[in-house]
């Protein structure tokens, strides 16, 4: 890191930080500029709290040089890791991009069975569905729970699709472990530390969502938890930001998918039914997603819309699937990948 | 809500959406305007699942128009509700506005006992501390856990002081609930729904605080959960939300006192040392909440914020906080309140 | 517009609110509803300032219901707007998605044609380049000015590309006006009024970039301007929006592509090179934007980034430039289109 | 500023930097860390444009030390500056917190002349009102024009209020200039360069709003815009910014007055009208700036705000005002200062 002080600071204010630089374990190195002096720290930072130097005298700022995550940077392992999912181990991160969908919730075996076999029969390789529902309003469906479960075992012994399915709480990764392909980190749990390590600590692949406001560095530390708990198999997941945008329920900054590219080698999913909020709004999304690399899609689809326990408005019909599907497929071949 | 129609909407599409409202329990009500049809729908919408309907043919919008929560709403109770903490009661809510102030994390018997006795002799009525910490990154301190509860218990016993400390996990929530006074949410755990119907069990009042990017219907409705499931006495604090802002951690934004006012009888603690990320603007961002209404403020003090094992830079010292509240009593005088 | 009224809104209260709709020329729908009364207004609400009625006592909010902007609309025209520019008429809008690049800023003379040459060659249809730069600093190179123009002129008169250039001021719109092809209103003046009439009077088309952090009301009323003023040629252009997020200069929404398809008939136009502000990002979400179904790309190239004037970090050279132009040719085939 | 290289890079890459940084005119100093090699860049760095680096090979990041402002910093003055407006030469940045009111627009005489006096027998020290309004939409009230300001100097003339009005462009500036004490650059123009460069060659003091997402760095440099040009007489004035809220019209950051204290010489003014877009917020953010440290407010006031023909849900009542200002009076003095 370095140090930068104020104009003005004295010899002792300059010492006083070295002294402290030095007591957290850093070498120091001082450089007098025309205007300002700052110092240089050299050593292993990350261990370091960096910032309470900014507490003392005549520190005008503290800036980070490293990333604070170390397992899931480049710096670690240069290709692109590679995870399989599901019943056929379809690689997330190799060339073909993986489509997975299915609706928000689960709501019964006839709505489980008759969207899995039509997205399967359009090309998806994967299965969402949710069991268990972080509801905003302590009003709303909170989900199947274990019966929701078995529903989805039984979509995927029949279709061969990778169940995704969301884990909320810590009791409930062993049953979810058990039960589904892979183990999905929601948004609002992105910095849920004890279910960071549980789900670390899980057989499954995880797909863990970045926060509605998580950095880039808080959404790399988040799979960093995860790795080092001991799962390896994180697969990133972008699905919109919260910004003073209103006619998106979220804004989806696509940005990210080489963005993350130059800093890790996990694969990149992108959601566009959470990323948009809106059904009409989907396919350009997941167009514009494949176009810019992701590795996989993953979206709502609901046999009913106007009538689903949950998220209604952003899930697309499975006629409508298998028209993007197609749309899909061109898009990826022009950027040397399949679908 | 209100059902607003695309411009051209045929009698067939208006009459689908009546179906559907109907469907849902509600009575319909349809509008002629100049260039739109609009069907106000009527009844109890709280349970509906609304922006499925945005899906039905030639629907440009819906608009909500009941707030979502209940048990935290005015029309409730009108009267701000008071909650007495710590062994002295001390009624957070009523005129005197509680002063709560202690280290981000427990790190030592000695580091409490001096901040305890120091922020005790300046007018605090609690101490905060963290004993268990969710930290952003895997490899920064976790915190003391138990041996952290039990010398926070000692400096209560010793100062009388209400003990602040935050639970991060379902698992922790009976072992602090005897330990501790209140019980904080921390904002990385706003919408982490077991652990708000943990603490909704619990017997001790919650500190419950803002996501750095919930809304205001998302910060009441997680307040409701914990009320829905038994306890009543949520304390509301703001901590900052997350913006483009970069000469903050956060942004404070004090004008959620008044508008908290005009929807919730829950009282209001304000956190100016989140709410800015540095210690040199804590003060003035107390003063200004206190002259905006705030019930409460917390902020983090400790006795050597540039070797603190977290958040030393938003951390002010013991003769700080003794400077800032003599300032603070003339402000709350000054707005007929007091500390 | 709906008002809706505070539970337990006497009946004195709703009759005021009424003779006031009445006083603005709106007729007045009255629903009595199970928790809140609500009052729908009736008439052409875009003239009336309908917040005001929010200071009513006992109103608790006002919602609007339509759009506030008009000629910019599809009420007003269904089909996409075709914009010819530049001296082979390309037609912005239509199949073909058109690629504007060229540099930040006009710097010489063999900047300019050597640029003008290569992008010609690759493809692009249009060309950019500043005479007068809106720096963020005094301190910052500021522009050519006529100079400039005249080297971007005779850019045009060897390749037949169209000039886009950049107005700041109502000082130099007749002046732009003269030697360039399209004139630009960037971001930092979307809400210049007297630019915006100014341009509007213009003879040539205008490329309305969205301001950084303007809503999309905001942008199309912009928009509303200038068609009003008299100048129905307005091409919307998308150029990114400050957020929290700072791995990138400016978060890209491409979501906005099928909004204002939903919304407007102007074509869109997207800028990633403010849209994400490193070089690096700018082939993915220009890949992603054409996928999305923008109509144009404007970006920036520069012979030598490393020294360029101004926007340095975000120029990509023109071989570079050369490379993206065949992989956007298959990304817009794979989509109908083509460049 | 200081060049951070990414890992792996060669003798070759760093030396290229460095013939660049030299190139510059800035002297080098590389520093060889344990992960990273840091290239500190020495010399007077604002005139340089030093992102361009960024597109040097195996250069990971730019990280400037420096503030981009140097005439608005507090390294060319200490203290802070005093401006004194009006026939009454108020001290804006003295003891004395200056409370400036008025109407959003210039409506009629009579509505001037009423709330000048109601302000001025309240206590106010500024009247503000529009003669030109930058409206967002064509079709709302743009303002009386030359009219308007002759009302405002009627009113300056009988009660010794100092005017403040808004210039929206470079053609109105010497009318305002002639007929104003203070003018004031909306927020929508904080970077419109060529109407500061003209409001720098005026003879009155500025009052320069920030841009509703304008960064601390934009903000003082659009002040340096003006001083650079002539005018040292600038009051910073925060009006709210643009954040996901939606509670309010815009978020009002107090937290920018002790930034902006640590940054600048320059006296701060705080706009809870426009900093909340709610009238009932007005008082609560009106008492919380001036108990942050703002040396000023200025906010809306209109005898019948439900009719006003602009920003009535924002506006406050004269005798509402007269309330407000008994409690602005003692807040003011519990922090040492006064109304």
Known sequence: MIVVMKPGAAPEDIEHVVELVNEFGLKDHVIYGTDRTVIACIGDKRAVEKDAIENAPMVEKVVPILAPYKMASLEVRKEKTQIPIGPEAFPVGGTRVGIIAGPCAVESSEQIMQTARA??????????????????????FQGMGREGLELLA????????????????????????????VLQIGARNMQHYPLLEAVGKAAKPVLLKRGMSASLDEFLLAAEYIINAGNPNV?????????????????????????????????????????????????????A????????????????????????????????????????KRVAQAVDRDV
Chains 1, 2, 3, 4 share one sequence.
């Open 289 to 328: 997603a494949v176009a810019a690399g992701a590795d996989g899609i993953i979206l709502e689809c609901h046999p009913d819309p106007e009538r689903a326990a949950s998220d209604g408005a952003q899930s697309i019909t499975p006629t409508r699937f298998e028209q993007l599907m197609a749309r899909l």
């Open 119 to 140: 997205v399967k029969a359009a090309g998806a390789i994967g299965f969402r569905g949710g069991a268990f529902k972080p509801r905003t309003s302590p009003y709303a």
């Open 235 to 287: 697969i990133l997941c972008e699905r919109g930001i919260r910004t003073f945008e209103t006619y998106v329920r979220n804004t989806l900054p696509l940005a990210i998918i080489p963005a993350l590219r130059e800093r890790t080698h996990l694969p990149v999913v992108i959601d566009p039914s959470h990323g948009t909020g809106h059904a009409g709004m989907v396919p350009a999304m997941a167009l």
């Open 154 to 181: 039984a979509a995927r012994d029949e279709t061969g699709l990778a169940i995704v399915t969301e884990v909320i709480g810590t009791e409930q990764v062993a049953l979810c472990d058990e039960f589904a392909d």
